[in-house]
């Protein structure tokens, strides 16, 4: 019995010596090997790191006016994990946030996710009242959300920013890295029950900068109504307006119409994503006889012809495999070059093209800038469509030197336009006037045209408006001589040119003895009416005379009259 007895305690032994040194192993294993790791997790079990978001910088106009601002908002999450009660739940964030609540429910219920969303970016006053419920299981943090008080004032030029304030279109997305700042953040230290009671080290969030833009809210606000209405006046399908000062180049108004809520940008652009293109960059048209100026221009300029030079001119000629003709029907007369401008002539314009040739013309279409990106460095920029001369055929010369066969961006136009404005010196467009308190935009420049030349293209343009028989008398504006030229062109369809679709515009300046502002407007698709001088030109009148106005610009022909 007693044998047995010592067996029982020399086994105990041996088992509880084996357990100590599975334990001192054990320990040693730990402590000497896995000591950093094991240590790390347990500094990560008590530890977590809290981001601080930026706020976006703001975007101004030029007057100090907000046009994109950062508005505080709350995000509602849960831990469905937490929730007891995933119908009851639902049904009061639901009420209270404005949810439907069978749209909660589903995420609410699982209990795989630690993480959900209820609602992003909520209303905080709705989210207060939320929190005040102690509902277990949900959660709050601030964000900020992208706010366009203006609403549809520059909603195409502004673009949008996603709901990670992230810029997506438009101003927003060129902008995006200057706007957005730099998320900072927090090391804090918790308790066993999760709350934070230390701040173990912090990195502050730098802010995004502010913005301010050449754009002016009042004259950008008037531009849309104007072509809003144009476009319902002529059943259109669109319309776009640039208001430029040829000096600066700074872009006063860019419209689009229709346009659209900015606020709304996703929902709007998931139905029709064009309403939300800035057309007067993005796309492009055959200018038509608003191209001409360019024509003229270079035949000045290389002294093959002057203002007085006449020819006589039938109907129509022939260029190679294509007929041109005048817009309506006459017998031959003889027309000087001012006249072949003023009644926008497309056989005379062919005629001075021809002594001019291809070359040459080639040449000033690129010095003008035609074919190249503005500079402007919008997303979606189009260069505009020019074929280079070494692939001209025959029949070019008769279409490129009256606005056919060649694709121009709006601004691409009004550039062209700024430039005899401003003395034959082309002067970059530009949107952004300055970043925070940084210096203002210096842009390039370039000299296109001399002097001599801009201000003999400058009269004859007065002559388009002022002149009887000219094709843009309804541009006229009471007080002011207008410099301008309209167009008309047929659209471009696969195998040749549409009989029913039309592109309407008129591009001038105004007042034309000292140039202030150039203003281009292009109708796509009018009804009723096609003609550039008919459809366009009381549209470049209606924003041209608000635009004076305001600016408070003095009348340079004060006894002229409507």
Same mark, same amino acid.
């Given at each position: ?87 009851? &739940? ?5 009420? $209270? !946030?404005?949810? %439907?609540?069978? #749209?909660?429910? /589903?995420?609410? =219920? ?125 059943? &259109? ?5 640039? $208001? !430029?000062?040829? %000096?600066?180049? #700074?872009?006063? /108004?860019?419209? =689009? ?306």
């Amino acid at each position: 019995m007693k044998g047995r007895t010592d067996r029982r305690i020399r086994l105990l032994l041996v088992v509880l010596l084996v357990a100590f040194g599975l334990a001192l192993g054990r320990a040693v294993w730990l402590q000497a090997l896995h000591a950093a790791p094991l240590a790390q997790l347990a500094r990560d079990q008590h530890r977590q790191t809290v981001v601080l978001p930026a706020s976006r910088g703001t975007i101004y106009d030029r007057t100090g006016t907000p046009l994109a601002v950062g508005e505080q908002a709350t995000t509602v999450y849960a831990d469905p994990r937490r929730i007891r009660d995933a119908r009851r &739940a639902a049904q009061i964030a639901g009420r $209270v !946030l404005g949810i %439907k609540p069978a #749209a909660l429910v /589903a995420r609410l =219920s699982d209990r795989s996710k630690g993480f959900v969303y209820i609602a992003r970016k909520a209303d905080p006053e709705k989210a207060a009242r939320l929190a005040a419920r102690k509902v277990q299981g949900l959660g709050f943090y601030r964000e900020e959300r992208r706010v366009y008080p203006q609403r549809s004032v520059g909603a195409q030029v502004l673009g949008y920013a996603g709901v990670d304030n992230r810029g997506l279109e438009g101003v927003e997305s060129a902008l995006d890295r200057v706007l957005m700042g730099a998320s900072g953040s927090q090391i804090i230290v918790k308790d066993p029950i999760g709350r934070a009671i230390e701040i173990v080290s912090s990195t502050p969030a730098r802010e995004g900068r502010d913005v301010y833009l050449t754009l002016d809210h009042n004259l950008q606000a008037n531009a849309e109504a104007v072509l809003s209405e144009t476009v319902q006046r002529w059943h &259109a399908k669109a319309a776009t307006a640039v $208001v !430029l000062n040829p %000096k600066t180049g #700074a872009i006063l /108004a860019m419209a =689009s119409a229709p346009t659209y809520d900015a606020n709304r940008f996703a929902e709007i652009a998931s139905r029709d994503r064009e309403r939300t293109k800035n057309r007067v960059v993005t796309d492009t048209y055959e200018p038509g006889s608003t191209f001409k100026v360019v024509t003229i221009s270079a035949a000045l300029s290389e002294a093959i012809v002057t203002p007085q030079t006449t020819f006589d001119l039938p109907y129509s000629i022939e260029v190679a495999d294509r007929v041109i003709h005048d817009s309506h029907e006459r017998g031959t007369e003889r027309m000087s070059v001012a006249q072949i401008l003023w009644q926008s002539s497309n056989v005379g314009t062919v005629t001075i093209a021809r002594r001019l040739g291809p070359a040459r013309l080639a040449a000033w279409i690129d010095r003008f800038g035609f074919g190249h990106g503005t500079g402007l460095a919008f997303p979606g920029e189009s260069s505009g469509i020019v074929l280079p001369e070494a692939q001209w055929s025959g029949s070019t010369i008769g279409n490129v030197p009256i606005g056919q066969g060649i694709a121009v961006t709006g601004l691409q136009m009004a550039g062209a336009y700024a430039t005899v404005a401003n003395g034959g010196m082309w002067v970059q467009p530009h949107l952004v006037d300055r970043v925070a308190d940084g210096p203002t935009t210096k842009p390039k420049h370039r000299r296109v045209l001399s002097r001599k030349v801009a201000r003999t293209m400058s009269r004859l343009l007065v002559g388009v408006v002022d002149t009887e028989g000219g094709t843009g008398s309804l541009a006229a504006v009471p007080g002011y001589h207008v410099a301008g030229k309209t167009g008309t062109a047929q659209k471009p369809i696969p195998g040749g040119y549409s009989t029913s679709k039309y592109v309407a515009s008129f591009v001038g300046f105004v007042p034309a003895t000292k140039p202030r502002l150039v203003i281009l407007v292009m109708v796509d698709e009018p009804r009723d009416a096609i003609w550039g001088g008919v459809v366009a030109a009381p549209a470049f009148q209606s924003i041209a005379q608000f635009a004076l106005q305001y600016l408070e610009v003095p009348p340079d022909a004060p006894l002229t009259v409507p």
